[in-house]
């Protein structure tokens, strides 16, 4: 088992940055790859960005790219998501995800569990 907590959501204004964070704890979190979905009121979840096991490779979704930045730190059990030159449309419930297996880590389903979510709201 592993548990998560997202931590750092907000209400920032456009353009403003905000860092969201998940903490692990459980089994060893340097098993896992991590993923970081959103899911918008009406919509469904959908991905963000993922990061593999030593954080050699990284991944984002095209509406992200350039904008957020994920990074781990396997010896604080800690996943992060730096956001900058945020929008509105990133306004969302983010969630932190946990995923045993390097499958397509773009997908839900490729996930084995997840936390809570922390919600971020960007003004206009």
């Known amino acids: 088992q592993v548990q998560l907590v997202e931590s750092g959501g907000g209400l920032v204004q456009a353009g403003g940055s905000l860092r969201l964070s998940c903490a692990a704890s459980g089994r060893s979190f340097s098993r896992y790859h991590m993923g970081w979905f959103r899911q918008a009121p009406g919509k469904e979840r959908e991905f963000v960005a993922a990061i593999r096991l030593t954080g050699t490779m990284t991944y984002y979704a095209n509406s992200v790219k350039g904008r957020f930045t994920i990074s781990r730190d396997n010896a604080k059990n800690t996943v992060d998501l730096q956001m900058n030159s945020l929008k509105p449309e990133d306004t969302a419930v983010y969630y932190c995800?946990?995923?045993?297996?390097?499958?397509?880590?773009?997908?839900?389903?490729?996930?084995?569990?997840w936390g809570q979510g922390t919600q971020v709201t960007v003004s206009s």
């Open positions: 995800a946990a995923a045993a297996r390097a499958l397509n880590l773009k997908q839900n389903d490729a996930y084995d569990y």
